[in-house]
T-cell receptor, first 115, second 111 residues
Framework: SQKIEQNSEALNIQEGKTATLTCNYT??????LQWYRQDPGRGPVFLLL?????KEKRKERLKVTFDTTLKQSLFHITASQPADSATYLC??????????????FGKGTHLIIQP | DAEITQSPRHKITETGRQVTLACHQT?????MFWYRQDLGHGLRLIHY???????NKGEVSDGYSVSRSNTEDLPLTLESAASSQTSVYFC??????????FGPGTRLTVL
């Protein structure tokens, strides 16, 4: 099964700057990688999915990159706002057969955007 | 609007009791999942189901069971609750596009 590492330290970023979060994984190459946002007391909310044949994906102020050689994904939030403060989770398919068997998650990175 | 709900949102029980956590989704998704979330761990998969009458064990299934009698519901049962099962439980569903939609969670305390 996969092991996922995310920076467990809180990340403090000044409003307006770009926040960059890192997700590293071991073992087999996944068919895709997902990023979720989780606010306190709530369930994770899907943000972006990037497939193994995609280098980069964007959605509004969000950008995800996927480097299968480095076994790493970077998650960027540009022009960050205090409302972006949350925990961000990286997730991969739990088995190499695809996400129908469930996902394995990193512990998440707590992002704090300071006004 | 379609949604996924969990009940109860908070539950306190005693060691050894049987507890059932409910999960209901109105998206008509075939795939449903149960995860637990603990400090120091990521979300960990307990059980999952591809459809009615189908259930499968996840990575931390010991002490838990599920049943799928219809598309909308996947109740999670703790057969004999233990203090190690104190956690926040999340239900999720998927339409097979790999994206999962999560419920609001149930905070379970086992005393």
């Amino acid at each position: 099964s996969q092991k996922i590492e995310q920076n467990s330290e809180a990340l403090n970023i000044q409003e307006g700057k770009t926040a960059t979060l890192t997700c590293n994984y071991t073992n087999y190459s996944p068919a895709y990688l997902q990023w979720y946002r989780q606010d306190p007391g709530r369930g994770p909310v899907f943000l972006l999915l990037i497939r193994e044949n995609e280098k980069e994906k964007r959605k509004e102020r969000l950008k995800v990159t996927f480097d299968t050689t480095l076994k790493q994904s970077l998650f960027h939030i540009t022009a960050s706002q205090p409302a972006d403060s949350a925990t961000y989770l990286c997730a991969l398919e739990i088995n190499s057969g695809g996400g129908a068997d469930g996902l394995t998650f990193g512990k998440g990175t707590h992002l704090i955007i300071q006004p | 609007d379609a949604e996924i709900t969990q009940s109860p949102r908070h539950k306190i029980t005693e060691t050894g009791r049987q507890v059932t956590l409910a999960c209901h989704q109105t998206w008509n998704h075939n795939n449903m999942f149960w995860y637990r979330q603990d400090l120091g761990h990521g979300l960990r998969l307990i059980h999952y189901s591809y459809g009615v009458q189908d259930t499968n064990k996840g990575e931390v299934s010991d002490g838990y069971s599920v049943s799928r009698s219809n598309t909308e519901d996947l109740p999670l049962t703790l057969e004999s609750a233990a203090s190690s099962q104190t956690s926040v439980y999340f239900c999720a569903s998927s339409d097979g596009t790999d994206t999962q939609y999560f419920g609001p969670g149930t905070r379970l305390t086992v005393l």
